[in-house]
């Protein structure tokens, strides 16, 4: 991006604002050119540095830096979208994400719960880019927001080239272990576990080690580029730490008081030819084991649903391809009440039987006691919340990327049924898009 006209244009736009009486949110833009939105994050000096696509064709594309008011509580958050909204006028989005267990900490410098409305926006649609600045006149006086926004205008620099380069020789360790693996799945498939919880998401963290530290906006827009139909996210709260994925399943799209959502649980692998893709789809959508995985997330969510809405409709199950893996997805629709908030349906629906088990409360005490690797935001939720829409994703399919190592994460649902070696099979299908972009497929 050629940065220079598009700052000058929003330094202008603010340097009239000095004098100004505006309470509450306000959003500066000018047209800008863009080439890759990674490309100009990964050079930015300001943190949060975070990256945001949504699944539907044809959406925004959002690069958002450093932050202007920021929440680790979804009803500090709440509070805050309704005091803009009673304001009118336009209103912010805010991104960020949760943890997978909220009664466990996320990983260091990953909060609970954490929302953002950042101080600058690069947003990119069919009709082209835009360069945003996201003002507050709330509690402090005008001079010291301007001030700050100036200076993260000027901090910011030229778009470049991603590099080309990724390190390709890793050490791999799986925890857990193929063996420990087993003896989990053994203990969720037994028939007395099984009689009072009839599903587990158990999940597997793969730490690759290598002497040079990856470029964790190099590699999201290589995975970005294979996953077609996916969310596509990234967050660096600090420089040498990042979270990305490109997940497949969504948590809930909210348009005013219409919800979408869905069950997305049954998998299986592509096939070698388009009649062995379509024989491993039949036999997916015929079979038991992964009918019920599915059964178990949309019968809860129907049940959520109840309460908070007038009518609730579900799909037909169907397969949808992936790159490496096929899922079964049911699709559900619901008119909300007037009253739930996002605050609600975060509070209610997360995590779904998709990532935790049925019924919740005994599958995630299974999960603390048993897995030994720490969750995070794997398994959460992250996404773009405001007060008329928001959509969100279940983190699944992602990294986390530190100074040398890369941890991926994969879960299985375990249900009546399940194989400790068809599941162990499994993790490593959901795995294999961003192992072959590291050199390991
Ligand atoms: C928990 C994950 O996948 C979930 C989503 C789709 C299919 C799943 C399955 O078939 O087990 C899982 O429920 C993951 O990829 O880490
Ligand atoms: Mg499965």
Redesign the pocket.
Known sequence: MHVTHPIEALKHQLDALRHTDKKGFMRLNTPCQVGNLMGWLNVQSVYPRLYWQSRDVGTVEYAALGVVRAFDSLAALQADLATLADSGGEQPDYFGGMAFDPGMSGWEHFPGCHFLLPRIELRRQQAGATLSLNLRFDDCCPEVEIAQARACLAALEEEQLLPCWLPNVYQREDRPAQKEWAASVAQVTHPDQLGHTPKV?L?RETCLTTSETPNPWALLARWQAGAVDCFHFGIQFTPHEAFIGCPP?RLYKRKGRHLMTEA????TRRGRDAQQDQALADELLADKK?SL?NQC?YQQLLTQLESLSSQVDMGEAHIIKLRSVQ?IRRLIHAELHRDVTDQQLLAVLPPTP??GGVPRKSALAFIRQHERHRRGWY?GVFGRISHTSSDLAVA??CAHIGPETIRL?????IVAGSQPDEEWH?LDT?IADIMSLLGMG
């Open positions: 998401v999940s399943e997305l649980a049954g998998t992964n995985e997330v899922h998709a990532v398994a699944i399919r994460y994969a879960g299985a649902g499994e959901k």
